[in-house]
């Protein structure tokens, strides 16, 4: 799942560097349906639109930081 | 200030957990046309960990299918044993004890193991409130603040100047300056505008504080 999405977003991230920086970007299948100032807004557009299928949202920046966890309940 | 506080016996052993109520976000609800009553087979009671060493949230793999919601992305994660594992994050609501919501927050799904921990509560959670451990008490406290600081900045910085109502006072007995002071009734407005406008100035983010329905 998500799989040609994040293609997508991988893709089309240089572009979107340019443009819309800090912004979040909402991403169904191949397209980029719109990029949003908050993470909220394009949650709730994606819920609209695609009424609870999945869908792509992440922060366009230009290095992707992963999560960090410290706990080793996790993944052990 | 929305707050809670546990008890637990041998805190130190088993850690800051807490019980809390998962349900699929409220924009997601909204959007669907569905609330808490009609979904309550949805409603997922979880023990979760306060995590200060975790980046992010965490939920447990399978908890999502319960709730009946699908991803909303991607992300990598690092852990003691792994780097760059890919993992789905999921917009749900937490209700915490006393009612004590957040609608809508991105949680990372990732194996958790362990029998009784089935989410952390990471830091971008705890970005937003105060959380208190008290370790001799075997307790801690989780509140979420509003942000007032700016503002009583300002109000200090006025009560300095040579408008508030002690050196008008002297300013009037002086027989100085009376006409640039303020009149202290201005001065009390002040306070009462700035007070109200700090209450306005809630970020977005803790604006989606509120009481839940559960």
Known sequence: MLETETKTFEDRLPELIKTDVGKFVLIKDDKVVGTYSAIQDALKDGYEKFKGQAFFVRQIVPVQQPLNFANNHLLS | MPSFTQRIQNLQQIGPVVEILLTPSVPYMQSMGINIATIKDRVVKVLAMIDTGATGTVISKGITEKLGINPVGTILINTPSHTDVSCYQFDAQ?????????????????????????????????????????????????????????????????????????????????????????????????????????????????CDFERGDV
């Open chain 2, 94 to 206: 937490i209700v915490f004890p006393n009612n004590v919501a957040i609608p809508s927050i991105v949680v990372t799904e990732a194996p958790l193991q362990g029998q009784h921990i089935q989410y952390l509560i990471g830091r971008d959670v705890l970005q937003h409130s105060v959380f208190i451990y008290t370790g001799y008490d075997n307790s801690f406290t989780l509140s979420f603040s509003v942000h007032l600081f700016p503002y009583f900045l300002v109000i200090i910085f006025f009560c300095n100047s040579n408008q508030n109502p002690v050196t008008f006072r002297r300013y009037q007995q002086t027989k100085r300056l009376a006409t640039d002071a303020q009149p202290p009734h201005r001065f009390a407005f002040l306070c009462v505008l700035l007070f109200a406008l700090s209450l306005r100035a809630i970020p977005r983010y803790a």
